[in-house]
Structure formats: C-alpha cells, structure tokens
T-cell receptor, first 111, second 112 residues
Framework: DAGVTQSPTHLIKTRGQQVTLRCSPKSGHDTVSWYQQALGQGPQFIFQ???????QRGNFPDRFSGHQFPNYSSELNVNALLLGDSALYLC??????????FGPGTRLTVL | AQSVSQHNHHVILSEAASLELGCNYS??????LFWYVQYPGQHLQLLLKYFSGDPLVKGIKGFEAEFIKSKFSFNLRKPSVQWSDTAEYFC??????????FGTGTRLQVFP
C-alpha cells in the first residue's frame, strides 16, 4: 500500500514564473492538505481539500491555489513566484477525522 | 488564533540520556495533539497523538507524552535516547478549525 506520494521531488524556477505541484493521497484517504515548510521552520498550513472543494485556508495569498480531482489527488499551484516561496511543500492526506499522513515533499527553489 | 510553542530549539544529548521536549499550545477548547518526527532526509512521521482519555500517551520507539490541560502542555519524553533518535521533532495541534498547526520544531542531536 503506497503512502502519500508527491511529484516532482525538486524544482527550480525563476521569479515571476508559475509552478504546479502534485500529490496522490494514501489509499482510502479523501482529504488532502498542503503545507509550506521554510528552512528551519515548522510546516505552515496552506489549505485543505475535500470533495474537490477548498474547505480550509491558512494565511497565504491568492497566488496559492489548488485543486482536487475525483480520484482525490491534488495539485498546488503558485503564480508569480517570489524568492520567499522557496520552501519544502508537503502534502498530507487523511480519511475523516483520522491522523494525517505526510508525503516526502517537493523542494521548490526560486531564483 | 491557535499557536504552538516549542521552547527548545536545539538539544544535544549523549546516548542513554533522558529527553524531555517542551510543547505549549494556546487554545482553551478541545484539542487534538500530535508529535511528529522528521529524520534526516525522510518525511514527517507520526510519533504519537492524543485525542481523549488517558493523558499519558505512548508512541513508537519508546516515546511518550503527557497532556496537562491546566498547563496547556504536551511534553515529549523518552527515558533513554539513542543515536538513531537524531531528528527534528514537531509538536502540532488541531483545535476547532480543523487546521493542523505546527510549532517551529526542536532539533535533537544524540552523540554516541
């Protein structure tokens, strides 16, 4: 049983560009959350998707958007990239109110 | 707003020493509490969790944590650490918003 998977592993972009990160949840999980982990910090909640809708959102600008597909996989899109968007982006999934399981993350570097 | 404080940013111990990492949260209602660990080069893994019931919870690898509601604390303990416990440890809380809020983490280094 595969856990949470994310792609790509690493990504390098330049300021102003747009990026899409992908997440496949653990089998049986229907809720996906995204987090940003800057270097030396704890993960910061970006948003949560359930039934293809954004259910919760953290303090992130509208440049950060997402999508959930019918198979529960999810995408995180970031527009107009800034240097400060450089971070590890984590996806987590769960079923109902159970514990969240995290993926390995995508390391985004913005030059 | 809910928040989590981890006061120990970097802890250095020798093998067999005892460990206690502090975690305080700022929410007065019902909470679910977690400790996650991030080993070097690996993804976040759940160590233990508290939802309700016995405030002393046991997790994997000999870790335990005690929920003290009056102190808004959920400290992590291990009686005897090993070199393999070297990692980053994160305390996290879910309150009424269903958002998992993390502390800034504690880096633990264990020397043989």
């Amino acid at each position: 049983d595969a856990g949470v998977t994310q792609s790509p592993t690493h990504l390098i972009k330049t300021r102003g560009q747009q990026v899409t990160l992908r997440c496949s949840p653990k089998s049986g999980h229907d809720t996906v959350s995204w987090y940003q982990q800057a270097l030396g910090q704890g993960p910061q909640f970006i948003f949560q998707y359930y039934e293809e809708e954004e259910r919760q959102r953290g303090n992130f600008p509208d440049r950060f958007s997402g999508h959930q597909f019918p198979n529960y996989s999810s995408e995180l899109n970031v527009n107009a990239l800034l240097l400060g968007d450089s971070a590890l982006y984590l996806c987590a999934s769960r079923s109902g109110s159970d514990t969240q399981y995290f993926g390995p993350g995508t390391r985004l570097t913005v030059l | 707003a809910q928040s989590v404080s981890q006061h120990n940013h970097h802890v250095i111990l020798s093998e067999a020493a005892s460990l206690e990492l502090g975690c305080n949260y700022s929410y007065g209602g019902t909470v679910n509490l977690f400790w996650y660990v991030q080993y070097p080069g690996q993804h976040l893994q759940l160590l233990l969790k508290y939802f309700s019931g016995d405030p002393l919870v046991k997790g994997i690898k000999g870790f335990e944590a005690e929920f003290i509601k009056s102190k808004f604390s959920f400290n992590l303990r291990k009686p005897s650490v090993q070199w393999s416990d070297t990692a980053e440890y994160f305390c996290a809380v879910i309150g009424n918003t269903d958002k998992l809020i993390f502390g800034t983490g504690t880096r633990l280094q264990v020397f043989p």
